[in-house]
């Protein structure tokens, strides 16, 4: 008895010292506000991919901001603002916005297109994170220059967290939209507008409560605004964004024009939403959202 409770003993102690190496292996692997932001491998695997060796400015704080919580109340639904610190011109503007956030099983969310009829190349969303990670948006002039901002955000299973709503319920609703100019925009300035979009964006990473199961990755991946037939915001996106996608962003409303939304997802349905925007000076409020 006395040797079966010392090797009891002995067996409980090994499992308890796996269980704590793995705890440090975990917290070693885990991504720290202290780390170099530049020195991240996937950072610097996907920027050679993407970018070559064209310099980055590393602190392009002139050029763009990038706001996002340093702890996320919910990992699913992360609030980000992507703010261009100068107006669209003709001859001086943000032609791109991509998004990266490290950790993410897809650490590529996609990127934002901008013209000079956006009148700011500024985009507000809501994202998921997996994991303690930096998230970082690139800018991209029309001069090809490229800048920077980074923020290390805290949070934990975005990506795999169940979804809000039931699969039927959130598959009967997608593609409901409600598109919006907010307050009034000053006179000869960018017009604030927001596009919310009913739909599930799953991740395929999610078990279902009830089924148990994991149902198929199903996103919006392309969103296209244009006002009086002009581009103001194209989005190339992933599952990385929240479910029942929101976006806020500027266009230039010069005189009556209609503002367009058309939405694609993952299974190739299109969706569509206009309104009507009459000249500056009037206000329409902002709509409610998606149910």
Known sequence: MKFQTIRMA????????????????????????????????????????????????????????????????????VPISITAQFPQTPTHYIRKIYL??????????????FTPDSGRASIETRVRVEDYTFMRVIAETNDGRL??????????????????????????????MRLATVGQAQSGG???AQLMISHPNRTGMAMNQITRRYASAYFVRKVEVT??????????VNFTISENPNFRFFFM???????????EDSQNHLFESAISVPGQGATISQAPAPK
């Open 100 to 113: 990266f956030i490290d950790q993410n099983p897809e650490p590529y969310a996609g990127w934002f297109e």
């Open 227 to 236: 006002y009086a037939g002009k581009p103001v915001m194209t989005a190339n």
């Open 253 to 263: 409303p010069r005189g009556s024009g209609e503002l367009k939304a058309t939405v």
């Open 147 to 176: 800048y920077s901002a980074v923020r290390f955000i805290k949070a934990s299973g975005g990506c795999s967290a169940p979804a809000g709503k039931d699969d039927e319920a959130a598959a009967a609703n997608a593609g409901k």
């Open 10 to 77: 002995t067996w409980v102690a090994i499992a308890l010292v796996g269980v704590l190496t793995g705890a440090n292996l975990a917290r070693a692997a885990m991504a720290s506000p202290d780390d170099d932001p530049n020195k991240v491998e996937r950072w610097t695997d996907f920027r050679a991919g993407l970018f070559q060796n064209r310099p980055i400015e590393a602190h392009g704080d002139a050029v763009i901001k990038l706001d996002a919580p340093a702890r996320a109340a919910d990992a699913a639904i």
């Open 190 to 192: 960018p017009q604030l």
